[in-house]
């Protein structure tokens, strides 16, 4: 495949990564709208209609737990619904990431001593961001295309 082939390859698989994960998420919120009507056992459509009237994500997480504290009230499934949303609040911090990072690219050298340029794309938080330092003591993370393809894949385990 000629270099302009490969680069294109590239291009498509880091974008399907992104579109997949982002699609992948849409399944955690319907499963969390499809959660909230079960506990409040009342009209599907207008509860589920009130729910997602509700963009934060932490809200609806919220929402949940106090419907399962009181729908769950003795019952061994409320700690399962709390560590439920738990995992699911770590998890929205991931795709946040997803949704908020920039898109950069990269040149990468390869061979000795005439090295080939090759590019690589990957997710970073943006230059942009005057507390970016702060925000990442460690370094800003950087979310490669297999990146990516892994957190698509946690959000729905």
């Known amino acids: ?39 409040l056992k009342s009209d599907a459509r207008a509860t589920s209609a009130a729910f997602n009237s509700v963009l934060s994500f932490r809200t609806k997480l919220a929402m949940v737990r106090s419907a399962a504290a009181v729908q769950l009230k003795d019952n061994p499934l409320l700690d399962e619904c709390i ?27 390869y061979g000795h001593p005439a090295p080939e340029m090759d590019i690589d794309w990957s997710l970073r938080p943006t230059f942009f961001d005057g507390a970016r330092e702060r925000r990442y003591k460690r370094g800003a993370p950087r979310l490669t295309t297999n990146d990516v393809m892994n957190r698509a894949n946690a959000f729905i385990t």
């Open 83 to 109: 560590s439920l949303c738990n995992r699911l609040e770590k998890k929205a911090q991931k795709r946040n990431q997803l949704a908020h990072f920039m898109v950069i690219q990269e040149p990468v050298e």
């Open 1 to 39: 495949m000629a270099k302009n082939g490969i680069l294109q390859e590239k291009i498509r698989s880091f974008y399907f990564a992104v579109g997949f994960a982002i699609t992948q998420w849409q399944q955690v919120e319907l499963a969390l709208t499809q959660l909230f009507t079960l506990l």
